[in-house]
């Protein structure tokens, strides 16, 4: 009525009112969580069948109001603001979206990774079979590993002795 519109101009109007009447049901019903288990009328418009993933699904999703500052305009402008309100509720559960095929692909990644290390640990003699088809460490590793324990163990005792004999 207010923007004089009239023929198909009109019927515009009223089918996009009608999409966003459809949307804010949807947004009540998401939002409010006293209806959170009853249905959300997503199919009542073209417009809620289009945003039904970014409403209620797996997204996050951005809404934003636009008002007027004018007098004129402050019937409006309280409802886009009830509206925003109701919108702000709606909790989603953001996940990433994986398929059983990306799991298992990520999966063997990982496994062959994994394996790649052990063959490069058996092709520089960190690992080794013992006669009994056993896995176990090289002795030479291990022994490096001992050493290596022995030596920061002494260098502690050194910087203690030392501390001691310039106190």
Same mark, same amino acid.
């Given at each position: ?71 004129? !305009?402050? /019937? +409006?402008?309280? $409802?886009? @603001?009830?509206?925003? *309100? ?5 909790? #989603? ?38 006669? !009994?088809? /056993? +896995?176990?460490? $090289?002795? @030479?590793?291990?022994? *490096? ?5 022995? #030596? ?16």
């Amino acid at each position: 009525k207010r923007t004089g519109a009239t023929g198909d101009r009109a019927k515009e109007g009223i089918s996009i009112n009608c999409g966003l009447l459809a949307l804010g049901n949807v947004i009540s019903a998401l939002g409010d969580r006293s209806k959170r288990s009853t249905h959300v009328p997503y199919r009542d418009s073209k417009l809620t069948r289009l945003l039904q993933d970014s409403l209620g699904g797996n997204s996050q999703t951005v809404m934003i109001a636009c008002i007027s500052p004018s007098d004129r !305009d402050f /019937m +409006e402008t309280l $409802n886009t @603001l009830k509206y925003a *309100n109701r919108a702000r509720n709606i909790k #989603n559960k953001v996940m990433v979206n994986q398929d059983r095929a990306s799991q298992q692909i990520s999966a063997l990644r990982t496994e062959i990774a994994r394996l790649q290390m052990e063959l490069m640990e058996y092709k520089t003699g960190k690992r080794v079979l013992g006669e !009994d088809g /056993m +896995e176990g460490i $090289n002795d @030479l590793v291990h022994e *490096n590993s001992m050493l290596q324990t022995e #030596n920061n163990n002494l260098r502690v005792r050194v910087k203690a002795m030392q501390e001691t004999i310039d106190a």
